[in-house]
């Protein structure tokens, strides 16, 4: 069993819609939880980044964190057709930060 | 200014080979990763370095791979003796510190005949 869990999709949804992208995991070590966005043919770039159990809001896009249920959340509101990308969900623990756990990403696509 | 930066960006080798790919890290950052990324999957963590000092090396899958990253700036990821198995894209990413935004770079993209 994989440490982090993401459905690969893929999700196609209408320009507007709001989009939910989720991830479960097991370690319950992992306390800093991170959201990346990688357009085709490019490398990962940071999207959220959240620390423990909580919300976060940036714009259009919110992060949920359920540490009891070691199950995040990422939030797309009105959605865009440059929103259209693989979203991955990326967690590490304290005293090793840099080692970030991936999920295998989830395929959006929004349709205009 | 200038992000990450990885070459060869594609690199074709035989099976048997050695093969060394390079990253150059944002200028001032201290930490360094390296990944590896199957197509349709997420980047696997293979190592990273604080400065000059590899931090964990857990991810490695084999002591085939290995890592230096001897002035703190500049690493090489060397594959000895390359399978098929180890084609795919490495990514190298780096941070202002360890616990910081992971810039991720283009990538180089091994094909192992």
């Known amino acids: 069993q994989k440490e982090v869990e993401q459905d690969p999709g893929p999700l196609s949804v209408p320009e507007g819609a709001i989009v939910s992208l989720n991830c479960t995991y097991s370690?319950?070590?992992?306390?800093?939880f991170m959201w990346y966005r990688q357009y085709s043919r490019k490398g990962p770039e940071l999207l959220m980044y959240?620390?423990?159990?909580g919300n976060k809001e940036d714009g259009r896009f919110t992060a949920q964190v359920d540490k009891s249920s070691k199950y995040i959340s990422l939030f797309i509101r009105d959605s865009q057709p440059s929103d259209s990308a693989t979203y991955l969900c990326a967690m590490s623990a304290p005293g090793n930060t840099g080692k970030l756990i991936f999920g295998q990403g989830t395929t959006l696509q929004v349709k205009p | 200014g200038a992000g990450v930066s990885q070459s060869p960006r594609y690199k074709v080798t035989k099976r048997g080979q050695d093969v060394a790919l390079r990253c150059d890290p944002i200028s001032g950052h201290v930490s360094l990763y390296w990944y590896r990324q199957a197509l349709g999957q997420g980047p696997e963590f293979l190592t990273y370095?604080?400065?000059?000092?590899?931090?964990?090396k857990s991810g490695l899958p084999n002591d085939r791979f290995s890592a230096e990253r001897p002035e703190g700036s500049i690493s090489t990821l060397t594959i000895q003796r390359t399978e098929q198995r180890d084609s795919a894209m490495y990514r190298c990413?780096?941070?202002?510190?360890?616990?910081?935004?992971?810039?991720f770079g283009p990538g180089t993209r091994l094909t192992v005949l």
């Open positions: 370690n319950s070590a992992f306390q800093y």
């Open positions: 990413a780096s941070s202002l510190q360890e616990h910081n935004e992971q810039f």
């Open positions: 370095f604080n400065y000059e000092a590899q931090q964990d």
């Open positions: 959240t620390y423990s159990s």
